[in-house]
């Protein structure tokens, strides 16, 4: 349980947190949309402001080169290169992470290559707090291998990993709630049971320290554009085990995936490394987006930054809380340290309230028919940012 001291949340108390807070500078290498205050983090991050000097220089040299453009090895390479940024951030060893295509894509690859590792399993196990593009290639796929899928509550997931189970999938982080799920834990009983684990890191990288390799989840996939701020449509991330790497059978052949696409041969021959999952020609624009923020990231300690969030997604709910017989607002996040990075809370007149919270200068989001989820980003969210939002909430 997160220890609670008793403390006085006054205006004072937010100005010596925002005087001691270590990411306190980070805010001013993004751009704010105005003066809102953006709690938008956990759907759509902010912009670094070197992005656009990064895009800038790109086109400049697109303009210069045009096709000569692609020996430049650092296109070529670039999907990879930022797979190592990202093994850093989710603890994972370099070699074993690449960007490409969405999330759904990489979830669709993914799951073909968890199930064919696994033989004569019954279940694709998952939650029923799971994401809904997440159930959408779930089903599919497991119609294509007359496999059935059991939906279970996200509180017995675990227990039900058994025998019969051939992949374990969900999101670690409840999109709605934010309740977040010990990968630790389903690792370890996929382990005993021979489960395959493939895990939707969406609401995780970037907010949560994650540590794959160590945990032993087999396989992993996360958008960018989130707490990474890789700006909309930014490209989406792989994860695969060292010990399936090159035994994992891949569902698209593309000839991005091969041993050597630039010999043309007609004949595939799987690359040996992650690069197998690639499919296409990726977005030379996209990837530079999202290099600039993740340059930010290389020199953040996710483990401090996680304590931050946890503070402030803490002192947010219990601002609300204190007015909660007036605002009859109840939050539907834990109130505990298994809390992601948004605050979620229901109201019957939801999407009403955000519409005046936006008037007000507060940007969050509603999930139908009665959510609304905040998304604050230690990395540019002062406390000053959360004192003034439930300001706004507690129409103070
Ligand atoms: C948990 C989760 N999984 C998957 C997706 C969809 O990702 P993509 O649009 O990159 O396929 C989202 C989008 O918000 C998400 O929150």
Known sequence: MERKKQININLKYIHQLDKDDIFRDYKNLF??????????????????????????????????????????????????????????????????????????????????????????RRFILTDDKNFPTDYYIISSIAKEFGLRVKVVPRKKLIENIDKDVSVVTTTQVDFVTSEVLSLSK?????????AISLIDLSHSVGILP?????????????????????????????????????????????????IKPFDFNNHYVPSKGIEKFLTGTPSIISMKQLETSLKIFCQINLEKLRKKSLKQTSIMTDLILRYKNINKI???????ILRGGHIAMKHKNASKL????????????FRPPNIIRFGISPLYNSYK????ASKIINNL
């Open 186 to 194: 389903l690792a370890k009983k996929c382990k005993t049971y021979g």
């Open 31 to 120: 751009k704010k949309p105005g003066k809102n205050i953006y709690f938008g983090a956990n759907t759509l991050g902010l912009t670094p402001k070197a992005t656009r000097n990064n895009i800038n220089n790109f086109l400049d040299d697109l303009s210069k080169k045009a096709v000569i453009g692609w020996r430049d090895s650092s296109w070529l390479n670039i999907n990879k290169e930022l797979g190592t940024e990202i093994s850093k951030i989710i603890g994972s060893r370099s070699g074993n992470v690449i960007l490409s295509d969405s999330t759904s894509v990489n979830l669709f690859k993914l799951l073909f290559s968890a199930i064919k590792l696994v033989k004569n």
């Open 330 to 336: 109840q939050i539907i996040s834990p109130s505990n």
């Open 210 to 258: 994650l540590y794959l390799d160590k945990w032993g989840v087999d396989f992993a996939v996360g958008c960018t554009y989130k707490y990474l701020n890789g700006g909309p449509g930014s490209p989406a991330f792989i994860y695969v085990n060292n010990k399936y790497l090159e035994k994992a059978d891949i569902i698209i052949k593309g000839w991005f995936g091969h």
């Open 354 to 365: 955000l519409e005046i919270y936006e008037k007000n200068g507060l940007i969050g989001d």
């Open 385 to 388: 940012d959360i004192w003034n």
